[in-house]
C-alpha cells in the first residue's frame, strides 16, 4: 500500500447505518486515516442504503434471499467487495454469518465489534438485548465492548481491542445497551485508526 493512498474501508451493514455514518464521518474529519470505498447490505429498504445516499457513497444490495444456496450468495458478496480491493471490510450491524470464500479472499481483513468482553457472551445467537441480558443474569459487574477478527466461528476471531462499562444497580438490558452504543462507535473508529496506523508503518 503507497503511503500517499488512504486505506480503502469496505463497510458491510444490515441495519439503520448509525455505526456506518460514524464510520463515514470519521473518514471525512480526518479521524479515520481511510476512506468508505462502499456500502454492501443484506437487504433492501433499510436506513444504512439513505446514510450511503446522503454521503454519496456507492451501495449495493447483496440479499441471500436473491440466490439458490449461501454458497452462491457468498461468491456474490466476494466478487462485489472485490471490485473495491478494500485493506479493510468492515462489519457494522451486518447480520449474515460469512463464507468460507470470502473469509478466505478478505482473511485478516475483516473487522467486528461486540457488546460484550468476548469470550464471554459470544457465539451463535448471542447479540443485541440478549447478550445484554445474559451479563445481568450472571450478575457481572463490568461489560464491555470486544473489536475482533472475524472467522468462520461466532465471535472467536483474534481480539483486537476492548473496553470496560461499567454494570450499575437497576440496569435492565435496555440501559446497558445505551450506554455501550454511547462509547462504541468512537472506539470502534479508534480501534480501526490504530490498524490503519500500523498497517502504514
Same mark, same amino acid.
Given at each position: 500500500?503507497?503511503? !500517499?493512498?488512504?486505506?480503502?474501508? &469496505?463497510?458491510?451493514?444490515?441495519? %439503520?447505518?448509525?455505526?456506518?455514518?460514524?464510520?463515514?464521518? #470519521?473518514?471525512? #474529519?480526518g479521524r479515520l486515516d481511510a476512506q468508505v470505498s462502499a456500502l454492501i447490505v443484506s437487504r433492501d !429498504?433499510?436506513? %444504512?442504503?439513505?446514510?450511503?445516499?446522503?454521503?454519496?457513497?456507492? %451501495?449495493?444490495?447483496?440479499?441471500? !434471499?436473491?440466490?439458490?444456496?449461501?454458497?452462491?450468495?457468498?461468491?456474490?458478496? *466476494?466478487?462485489?467487495? #472485490?471490485?473495491?480491493?478494500? @485493506?479493510? &471490510? &468492515? +462489519?457494522?450491524?451486518? !447480520?449474515?454469518?460469512?463464507?468460507?470464500?470470502?473469509?478466505?479472499?478478505?482473511?485478516?481483513?475483516?473487522?467486528? *465489534? =461486540?457488546?460484550?468482553?468476548?469470550?464471554?457472551?459470544?457465539?451463535?445467537?448471542?447479540?443485541?438485548?440478549?447478550? =445484554?441480558? #445474559? &451479563? +445481568?443474569?450472571?450478575?457481572?459487574? @463490568? *461489560?464491555?465492548? *470486544?473489536? =475482533?477478527?472475524?472467522?468462520?466461528?461466532?465471535? @472467536?476471531?483474534?481480539?483486537?481491542?476492548?473496553?470496560k462499562v461499567p454494570v450499575v444497580s437497576g440496569d435492565t438490558p435496555e440501559s446497558l445497551a445505551e450506554r455501550l452504543k454511547a462509547i462504541e462507535r468512537d472506539f470502534y473508529v %479508534?480501534? +480501526?485508526? @490504530?490498524?490503519?496506523?500500523?498497517?502504514?508503518?
Open positions: 500500500m503507497r503511503m !500517499n493512498r488512504k486505506a480503502q474501508i &469496505v463497510v458491510l451493514a444490515s441495519g %439503520a447505518g448509525s455505526t456506518f455514518a460514524a464510520i463515514a464521518d #470519521a473518514c471525512g #474529519a !429498504n433499510i436506513g %444504512a442504503l439513505d446514510v450511503a445516499k446522503l454521503l454519496n457513497i456507492p %451501495a449495493k444490495v447483496v440479499s441471500l !434471499n436473491e440466490f439458490l444456496d449461501r454458497e452462491s450468495w457468498d461468491q456474490a458478496l *466476494t466478487l462485489e467487495v #472485490a471490485k473495491y480491493n478494500p @485493506e479493510w &471490510v &468492515v +462489519l457494522a450491524g451486518f !447480520n449474515q454469518l460469512l463464507g468460507h470464500q470470502f473469509l478466505c479472499r478478505f482473511e485478516g481483513r475483516v473487522i467486528n *465489534t =461486540h457488546p460484550s468482553l468476548l469470550p464471554k457472551y459470544g457465539g451463535k445467537g448471542m447479540y443485541g438485548m440478549r447478550v =445484554h441480558g #445474559a &451479563v +445481568l443474569q450472571a450478575g457481572d459487574k @463490568e *461489560t464491555g465492548i *470486544t473489536v =475482533h477478527l472475524v472467522t468462520a466461528d461466532y465471535d @472467536e476471531g483474534p481480539i483486537l481491542a476492548q473496553t %479508534a480501534t +480501526l485508526q @490504530e490498524l490503519v496506523s500500523k498497517s502504514k508503518s
